[in-house]
């Protein structure tokens, strides 16, 4: 069976996302990128280049430009070799494990966010896909109609009317905000691997990052091909994405990707549906493409 994941170009670029629904990631590094983060934005909140919509641009840029280099350099050359080497029926059950780890931290958050059918659904689904799914390596729950609630802290707290503040661009984690940035730090007592001992806890984050970058190889083009500006780009429509999934409480995805891209990402499955947002609409003025490295 096809792995229940969602490819967009968006995501290349936002970890974070994906790790704050499977927060396998170490508590340490985690801390270490919030950490720095704050302490770079201490020096960049009252500097000439600030602006109403994202004061930290300047800060922000710096560290999207490194993770776009980590990303071009490392991640995508591990994650190929990782494809290459690594039979789809493999990497399908690796996808559809890490994805039923998920569903404990969505069930959670659907209840926090009151959501009573939603959150039935993905109990659901973690027992069918733990029980008969061996350990979810078989995504049983989305053919038999329950339907995946996808959700993280930070959502909860924007349901719950904190304001998202500032963007944020964290190292290595990507895009985010100082609301979605706390919800990533609480996320990880919502995840099971968090209560592993340490050495299984960060093998686990390891292959997990491979298998998500993996299953969007193919959007990585479509992002480079989308904007001359990737990072005013990447910035818009994640913050355009969060709001979405605030105000509609569907849980859905808006599609950011066309159907060329299915042929390129095997192992993933098609745009789940809903509305759309609005367009994406920069706030900046595009710079010269050569400042980020192509992928």
């Known amino acids: 069976m096809a792995p229940h994941n969602k490819k967009s170009p968006i995501l290349v670029y936002s970890m974070s996302a994906r790790l704050a629904s499977v927060s396998t990631a170490p508590r340490p590094l985690a801390a270490a990128a919030l950490t720095a983060?704050?302490?770079?934005?201490?020096?960049?909140?009252?500097?000439?280049?600030?602006?109403?919509?994202?004061?930290?641009?300047?800060?922000?840029?710096?560290?999207?430009?490194?993770?776009?280099?980590?990303?071009?350099?490392?991640?995508?050359?591990?994650?190929?070799?990782?494809?290459?080497?690594t039979p789809e029926p493999a990497r399908t059950a690796?996808?559809?494990?890490?994805?039923?780890?998920?569903?404990?931290?969505?069930?959670?958050n659907n209840v926090l966010q009151g959501k009573g059918v939603e959150a039935a659904e993905t109990l659901m689904r973690v027992a069918i896909n733990s029980v008969l799914?061996?350990?979810?390596?078989?995504?049983?729950?989305?053919?038999?109609?329950?339907?995946?609630?996808?959700?993280?802290?930070?959502?909860?707290?924007?349901?719950?009317?904190?304001?998202?503040g500032p963007y944020l661009v964290l190292p290595l984690f990507g895009p985010s905000s100082f609301?979605?940035?706390?919800?990533?730090?609480?996320?990880?007592?919502?995840?099971?691997?968090?209560?592993?001992?340490p050495a299984w806890r960060n093998s686990l984050f390891?292959?997990?990052v491979v298998s998500t970058r993996a299953n969007l190889l193919g959007a990585t083009d479509l992002l480079s091909q989308a904007a001359l500006d990737k990072y005013a780009f990447v910035?818009?429509?994640?913050?355009?994405?969060?709001?979405?999934?605030?105000?509609?409480?569907?849980?859905?995805l808006p599609a950011y990707d066309d159907e060329d891209d299915d042929a390129a990402a095997p192992g993933t499955s098609a745009p789940a549906s809903g509305p759309a947002p609005a367009p994406v609409k920069s706030t900046t003025t595009p710079v010269d493409s050569s400042e980020t490295p192509k992928q």
């Open 37 to 85: 983060a704050a302490l770079l934005a201490s020096g960049c909140a009252t500097g000439p280049q600030a602006n109403q919509d994202d004061p930290l641009e300047p800060m922000n840029r710096a560290v999207f430009k490194v993770n776009d280099t980590v990303d071009q350099y490392v991640a995508v050359p591990i994650a190929k070799g990782y494809q290459k080497v």
């Open 94 to 108: 690796v996808t559809n494990f890490f994805s039923n780890l998920a569903d404990v931290g969505n069930f959670a």
């Open 133 to 164: 799914g061996i350990g979810g390596l078989i995504d049983i729950a989305t053919p038999a109609g329950l339907s995946k609630h996808s959700q993280d802290f930070g959502l909860t707290l924007g349901v719950w009317g904190v304001p998202s």
């Open 179 to 197: 609301r979605d940035g706390v919800g990533l730090g609480a996320s990880f007592y919502l995840d099971p691997a968090h209560y592993l001992d």
């Open 206 to 208: 390891g292959v997990n």
């Open 235 to 252: 910035r818009d429509a994640y913050r355009q994405r969060r709001q979405y999934l605030i105000e509609s409480g569907s849980g859905k």
